[in-house]
């Protein structure tokens, strides 16, 4: 969570830094696929390999008190807010030393020590939960905003559009994020919304809109960095519609076979961590200087991977607590 | 003391509460500058300002969401759902999100949220403003539930609720709110989880709460006439549930009578029933009975009503047979 500038792009070594970020996510992602590959893991999960600039760039547009919620493809966002590798690994392996005790699991992912208000895995659910986080950042003067990520799915569902509305009446600091990656669970976007273009949602609000690249991270930060000035402004919330393409299936269960012939293939050349590095490239960092952000990033995800797995399992009793105060 | 109704008593422990600290807010529809659909915000909005009472838009579930968000930012929120039935349109809002919360994450958020209903019927208004809605969420751990059936109970009890650190889903009884009773210059909270021995008797343990209590008490006058000594508590709170209070009494009557505002199927009175049955089926010197509405909606015209609901004779019938068993 660094600079909050909006009109110069950030730093190289900050641009490194996302770089780094996104492969974590990438990487920490190929792994909870081969995790469930070897049944380490319970339940589903819903990965986003593809969409990691959207939230790299977009948290890291964010300063400290600011907060985040997310859906249950959002694994990329928690890590994206600095949450660490290997509590995350341990949450999803059901480990007591997981974010949540193992109480949480792959979609519900939270760390409120660094501003994860949370993963929610209702679609639509958490957009209200966002306006009412912004609502206490104005109540109390803080200036923080929030953002919220969710996916195109969720622009046909009651509480986007409740949430979005009181965010607007009450000009709220919220920054709601749409990654649109084409498909709601297995359908095609077009085939269940009317409007092609997800951010003219906003209009029926009377809310800020941005369309944005969300393969591009630094498009990404920049939209987020104007939509977050605005909040703390006071000039209410933002609608960003965030193009991309999610990689793989809805879930572990999805092979995903209803995608048209060349479509994913279309997308991996624009994939998120091939154009940050081909840009940083072309800004003068050597390749040498890359392969080495690769490899600690890997490396990390390697290491976390490899302590969470050694970790206890949560004691049974440890299930009564925490239902009250 | 004063003399002042239920109604009074709820608008006066919002403006206390308001008054007491000042993380507490009320929003919810029509709250502010018209008082409330049923009054009980007369005059709070212009006491306390625009920053502290809001008015929504007719939107629940964003109502409930905003509820919960601000209450993980620290906040106490205390929201109106106009009328109960509509807990239906954020169902996913109170017992997914809201209830659900701190557990997921492991204690990581407090949800101190109160939500006020107006809850019940007797006075008319058909199918789907008149349900009583308490009994849908029994089945959801990490709510607690509050009943109140008269003035000092619905002051001490809202009071209890806002300071309380979980959710806390408040029933105001539409049928109650002219019912008078005394408060004194610096009432008391009533502490949740904490049954009210309203009547003692020896001969039968009746157990009712909100408009059954009071037309239980009416049978238990008349019964008093026939030498039948009743013994009426009213549990006030249903989750927590004074179980205890209510054991004791049954362990010296020997005979338990139930009364409630709903059919029988997956109710408190069934609930209550069943535990005590487990615990005490030996102390009972009759089978229990509950004495509840048809299983059919709520109809709308006065006579319909009036048989659909227990009345105090009924309810006076009911407590002889239990008697002649």
């Not at chain 2, 492991?106 to 008319?124: E, F, S, Y």
Request: proline share 5%; glycine share 10%.
């Amino acid at each position: 969570m660094t600079t909050t500038d909006t009109s110069a792009p950030p730093a190289l070594d900050t641009q490194l830094d996302f770089l780094r970020a996104m492969i974590e996510i990438r990487s920490f992602e190929d792994e909870c696929h081969r995790m469930f590959a070897q049944g380490l893991v319970r339940g589903s999960t819903h990965l986003c390999q593809g969409q990691e600039a959207v939230v790299v760039g977009a948290c890291r547009a964010l300063r400290e008190g600011d907060t985040m919620s997310c859906t249950y493809r959002g694994h990329g966002a928690v890590l994206a807010m600095g949450s660490a590798l290997d509590r995350s690994f341990g949450e999803i392996l059901g480990k007591a030393k997981g974010l949540c005790g193992g109480k949480g699991g792959s979609m519900h992912l939270t760390d409120m020590e660094r501003g994860v208000l949370g993963s929610f895995a209702i679609v639509g659910a958490h957009l209200p939960i966002a306006t009412g986080a912004a609502f206490a950042a104005r109540y109390r003067g803080t200036g923080a905003v929030t953002l919220c990520f969710f996916g195109d799915g969720a622009t046909n569902i009651g509480a986007f559009h409740e949430a979005l509305n009181l965010a607007s009446i009450w000009r709220l600091p919220a920054i709601f994020v749409c990654e649109n990656n084409l498909y709601g669970e297995y359908s095609p976007i077009a085939t269940t919304t009317p409007v092609e273009r997800l951010a003219d949602r906003a209009d029926a609000y009377a809310m800020a809109k941005a369309r944005v690249d969300g393969n591009d991270v630094l498009a990404m930060h920049a939209a987020v960095a104007e939509a977050a000035a605005r909040g703390r402004a006071g000039e209410g919330p933002t609608l960003i519609e965030a193009l991309t393409y999610r990689q793989k299936g809805h879930s572990r269960s999805d092979p995903a076979s209803y995608r048209p012939e060349g479509e994913l293939e279309a997308w991996l050349e624009r994939d998120p961590i091939l154009l940050c590095e081909r840009a940083l490239r072309e800004a003068g960092i050597a390749q040498e200087r890359l392969d080495g952000v690769r490899a600690a990033a890997e490396r990390s995800v390697d290491e976390a991977l490899e302590r969470a797995k050694g970790w206890p399992d949560p004691d049974p009793a440890t299930r009564l607590e925490h239902v009250y105060a | 003391m004063t003399e002042i109704t239920y109604k009074q008593a709820i608008t006066r422990a919002i403006g206390d509460a308001l008054e007491a600290d000042g993380d507490v807010f009320l929003f919810g529809e029509d709250v502010g500058a018209a008082g409330g659909a049923f009054k009980t915000t007369d005059g709070l909005f212009e006491r306390f300002g625009p920053e502290r009472v809001l008015d929504t838009p007719i939107s629940e579930q964003a109502i409930v969401g905003c509820a919960i968000g601000a209450a993980v930012q620290g906040l106490r929120p205390l929201a109106e759902i106009m009328f109960a039935d509509f807990a239906g349109v954020c169902f996913d809002q109170i017992a997914t999100e809201l209830a659900k919360y701190r557990y997921m994450t492991n204690g990581q958020v407090a949800l101190p949220v109160t939500i006020r209903m107006a809850n019940g019927a007797g006075a008319g208004f058909g199918a789907q403003h008149s349900q009583a809605v308490e009994n849908w969420f029994l089945n959801v751990p990490g709510l607690k539930i509050v009943v109140p059936g008269t003035p000092a109970d619905a002051y001490g009890l809202l009071r209890a609720a806002v300071e309380d650190p979980d959710p806390v889903l408040y029933f105001e009884h539409k049928g109650l709110f002219n019912v008078k009773g005394e408060l004194g210059e610096a009432p008391a909270r009533v502490e949740l989880g904490r049954a009210e021995v309203v009547r003692a008797g020896e001969h039968v343990t009746v157990v009712a709460t909100q408009l059954m209590r009071h037309r239980a008490l009416e049978a238990a006058e008349a019964l008093s006439g026939e030498g039948v000594a009743v013994e009426v508590i009213d549990p006030r709170t249903l989750v927590p549930l004074d179980l205890e209070t209510i054991g004791a009494s049954i362990d010296r009557t020997n005979l338990l009578v139930v009364v409630q505002e709903a059919p029988p199927g997956g109710s408190w009175g069934a609930s209550l029933i069943s535990a005590l049955m487990q615990e005490r089926f030996e102390m009972l010197d009759a089978p229990p009975l509950l004495i509840a509405t048809d299983e059919t909606p709520v109809p709308y015209a006065g006579p319909l009503e009036a048989a659909h609901l227990p009345s105090a004779e009924r309810i006076a019938d009911g407590i002889r047979r239990t008697l002649a068993y």
